[in-house]
Nanobody
Framework: VQLQASGGGLVQPGGSLRLSCSAS????????MGWYRQAPGKQRELVAV???????NYADSVKGRFTISRDNAKNTVYLQMNSLKPEDTAVYYC???????????????WGQGTQVTVSS
C-alpha cells in the first residue's frame, strides 16, 4: 500500500490550504485514515483522524479550523485547513490503517509528508 500526499505550500496567516492523500496498490480494506504533523525539533503529533464510517477526531489545537474528510471509493483522505497560524507550520503526514489482502493483518502505512509553511 502506497500513500501519496499533496497540497502543501506557503500560505499567509489566516489563509487556507487543502491537503490530499491517496492510497494505492493492493488494498483489501482501509479502516482509519489520519493526518499527523511534525514541526522542527518537535515530536510527530496527531492532527485529525477519520474512520471509514466518517467519524472524526481532532487535536484541540485545530478544532474549529481544520476539517478531515474522505472518499472511500477513491481511498483518499483530505484535510481542509482554514485560519492557518504560524504554529501550524510543519511537515504533514497522512497514514492509513489497512489490510492489504483478505489474509493480511492490520498495518499502519505512512505517506511521504508534505510541507506546510504559514508565514507573512
Amino acid at each position: 500500500v502506497q500513500l501519496q500526499a499533496s497540497g502543501g505550500g506557503l500560505v499567509q496567516p489566516g489563509g487556507s490550504l487543502r491537503l490530499s492523500c491517496s492510497a494505492s496498490g493492493n488494498i483489501f480494506i482501509i479502516n482509519a485514515m489520519g493526518w499527523y504533523r511534525q514541526a522542527p525539533g518537535k515530536q510527530r503529533e496527531l492532527v485529525a483522524v477519520i474512520d471509514n464510517g466518517g467519524s472524526a477526531n481532532y487535536a484541540d489545537s485545530v478544532k474549529g479550523r481544520f476539517t478531515i474528510s474522505r472518499d472511500n471509493a477513491k481511498n483518499t483522505v483530505y484535510l481542509q485547513m482554514n485560519s492557518l497560524k504560524p504554529e501550524d507550520t510543519a511537515v504533514y503526514y497522512c497514514n492509513a490503517n489497512a489490510r492489504q489482502y483478505v489474509t493480511s493483518g492490520w498495518r499502519i502505512y505512512w505517506g511521504q509528508g508534505t510541507q506546510v509553511t504559514v508565514s507573512s
